[in-house]
Nanobody
């Protein structure tokens, strides 16, 4: 079956860094675009970053531009999210997703067919 497993979350202080990983199985990894989303308590799931499956072009939410970097390693079936200079408002459960839809934008949840279970990131002030 298809599985996406996130890891790398934790409790950090403002200004610290974390690197999230998402391991994909059950799919041909190189044929899927990958995205990262996050959801804080009481808020809607929000787009963070995405990377195209073929061109590797990347997209970022304005709130994370210059601080977060998304990348992928096809040989390891893994996508990463490097998060630098974390802020308390970055606190959320972070989810990775895989999709092949081209009708919706890379930041739209409807683009993605498969989702991981999430990893908690908590940034103290």
């Amino acid at each position: 079956q298809v599985q996406l497993v996130e890891s790398g979350g934790g409790l950090v202080q403002a200004g610290d860094s974390l690197r999230l990983s998402c391991a994909l199985s059950g799919l041909t990894f190189s044929n899927y675009g990958m995205g990262w989303f996050r959801q804080a308590p009481g808020k809607e799931r929000a787009f963070v970053a995405a990377i195209r499956w073929r061109s590797d072009i990347t997209f970022y939410a304005n709130s994370v531009k210059g601080r977060f970097t998304i990348s992928r390693d096809n040989a390891k079936n893994t996508v990463y999210l490097q998060m630098n200079n974390l802020r308390p408002e970055d606190t959320a459960v972070y989810y990775c997703a895989a999709g092949r839809a081209t009708y919706y934008s890379d930041s739209d949840v409807r683009t993605y067919d498969y989702w991981g279970q999430g990893t908690q990131v908590t940034v103290s002030s």
